[in-house]
């Protein structure tokens, strides 16, 4: 069955500290990929997506994404993560020309002043 | 504020209970999703409308059944749910292109949620 994999649940961090959080898929064809964040008390919003081109996809508020399809992954980093940047980050993959969206468990980023 | 709202915020219900939830978007999109999100599990796609037509039903229990009228609203209707039901229900809404599988291309905007619990 497709699935995405999210290996990191929880990650703390100080300011400035650079950030990546994994996530790989199982699926063997083509496939779009996203990135969405919930930050405390708000709604779900897209981060960022890559459909094709550049495997490397730059997002809002300094995040960036590289899509390595040898190792059906699509990690999501910062360089220098903020106090603001405390949210909950989630994977999602698009198995291409369906409707169907399936996303990880989610990691908690929590970082500290 | 995303332009999606959803209405009740909060849901008590009982097994035998009938309710529906409601969406509605107000950016003149053509595509809306129905989400389920359970603590400590993924979130789940439920259904998908484009153009009004369901696309896509993620192997969605019967007790559940959307109803799409036009573009702008979307409903989930829920009858005889279960205690592990209780989730919170998320809308979602895009522009879609009208093919399959491009409605993800343009920005999913989703909406604040329908937190129920099913007694």
């Known amino acids: 069955a497709q699935s995405v994999s999210q290996h990191n649940h929880h990650v703390i961090l100080s300011e400035a500290a650079s950030l990546e959080l994994g996530c790989n898929y199982s699926?063997?064809?083509?496939?779009?990929l996203f990135w969405y964040v919930q930050y405390p008390g708000q709604h779900l919003q897209l981060l960022l997506k890559?459909?094709?081109?550049?495997?490397l996809v730059k997002g809002i508020k300094g995040f960036e994404a590289e899509f390595i399809k040898s190792k059906f992954s699509f990690n999501l980093r910062k360089p220098s993560v903020q106090w603001s940047d405390t949210a909950e980050y989630f994977c999602a993959v698009n198995p291409y020309n369906t409707d169907k969206l399936i996303f990880g468990t989610g990691t908690r980023l929590q970082v500290f002043p | 504020e995303t332009g999606v709202t959803q209405t009740p915020r909060h849901l008590v219900m009982g097994m035998t209970n009938k309710k529906s939830l409601k969406c509605e978007q107000h950016l003149g999109h053509n595509a809306m999703y129905w989400y389920k999100q359970s603590a400590k599990k993924p979130l789940e796609l439920m259904f998908v409308?484009?153009?009004?037509?369901?696309?896509e039903n993620n192997s969605v229990p019967s007790r559940f059944s959307p109803e799409c009228p036009n573009s702008s609203h979307l409903f989930l209707h829920l009858h005889t749910l279960q205690p592990e039901d209780s989730a919170l229900y998320l809308c979602?809404?895009?522009?879609?292109?009208?093919?399959?599988?491009?409605?993800?291309?343009?920005?999913?905007?989703f909406g604040p949620g329908t937190r129920l619990l099913v007694l």
């Open positions: 979602a809404s895009s522009q879609a292109s009208g093919t399959s599988g491009t409605g993800y291309q343009e920005t999913q905007y």
């Open positions: 699926y063997g064809g083509t496939v779009n």
């Open positions: 890559y459909f094709s081109g550049d495997p």
């Open positions: 409308y484009n153009f009004k037509e369901q696309t």
